[in-house]
């Protein structure tokens, strides 16, 4: 659901909005864009941990690099809203399959549904398959029901939710700020987190000044830990051989498509160099 402007009323000088679904012509034009983010969200969703605010942000850095429309990102661009959230949703999926298939939760939300589950005396495992089939279409059937209450909740509530960009932004940007430190305050009772969140907003703010992409800055953040920890886990598991990675089937298709979307954008800004040395005074080369 969105917005659509039209013009006020004789003398009011506001513009009136009315929510709209897209139509099929717009949602045809940007099948990549949520085809990209829907695997997105369902691969990284599949990694323990994860969550929505992780593909959301991988897939928003693949959108700006591979995306046709991928110069417009940032200035309020479809693409980058359907990237991002077709992402979110997609992860909440992807997060079922280590829960149910080894009990390991995906996300946040999954935590809570693993906690419930052994509250009613249910182990999620290859077993659950088995000797709980009906519980696991259950699960699947909540899962549909829940993105269309979500689809109906958002057609209805955007127009009213969207009501705060009336407010002057000062105050919208306070509120936000206030909540920030709150919620860092409260996750630990420290004042340290104050101090960390403080530092980094101001990072943030260099970055924005000086046209650094934050992206990644927060997904090294999230992701760092996460991925050191495993990372030890492996090494210990395997005699520190981490050629282990590129060895088994699953971790070197990953590893492989990691370092394509590492290295092609460089690849591609030099192959666009070359190709503009080589071209004649006055005609134009279109873009890799």
């Not at 999926?93 to 280590?98: D, E």
């Not at 101090?195 to 000086?210: D, H, K, N, P, Q």
């Not at 395997?238 to 990691?258: C, E, H, K, Q």
Request: net charge positive.
């Amino acid at each position: 659901a969105g917005f659509v402007s039209e013009p006020g009323e004789a003398g009011d000088g506001q513009a009136r909005f009315r929510t709209a679904l897209p139509r099929w012509a717009e949602i045809v034009r940007m099948k990549y864009t949520l085809l990209r983010g829907t695997l997105t969200g369902v691969v990284v969703g599949i990694v323990p941990g994860a969550g929505a605010t992780v593909s959301a942000f991988v897939a928003y850095g693949l959108e700006s690099q591979y995306g046709k429309n991928r110069k417009q990102l940032g200035t309020g661009a479809p693409e980058g809203i359907v990237v991002a959230k077709s992402a979110a949703t997609a992860s909440v999926g992807g997060a079922l399959v280590p829960l149910l298939a080894m009990g390991i939760p995906g996300s946040g939300a999954t935590a809570i549904i693993l906690a419930a589950f052994l509250l009613h005396g249910i182990q999620p495992g290859p077993q659950v398959f088995v000797s709980s089939t009906d519980l696991v279409y259950t699960v699947f059937a909540a899962v549909f029901l829940s993105i269309i209450g979500m689809c109906v909740l958002g057609y209805f509530a955007i127009k009213p939710l969207c009501k705060v960009l009336d407010a002057p932004e000062a105050i919208v940007s306070a509120f936000v700020v206030v909540f920030c430190f709150v919620g860092a305050f409260a996750a630990r009772n420290s004042l340290s987190d104050l101090y960390v969140i403080s530092a980094f907003g101001l990072v943030g703010y260099l970055f924005e000044r000086f046209r650094f992409p934050i992206a990644p800055l927060v997904l090294g953040t999230i992701l760092g830990p996460l991925a050191e920890t495993n990372f030890m886990t492996l090494m210990v598991s395997f005699d520190n051989d981490w050629t282990i990675l590129f060895r088994r089937p699953i971790s070197g298709a990953v590893m492989v498509l990691a370092l394509v979307a590492l290295f092609w954008p460089i690849v591609r800004a030099a192959l666009r160099r070359i190709r503009a040395a080589k071209a004649p005074p006055g005609i134009a080369r279109t873009q890799i």
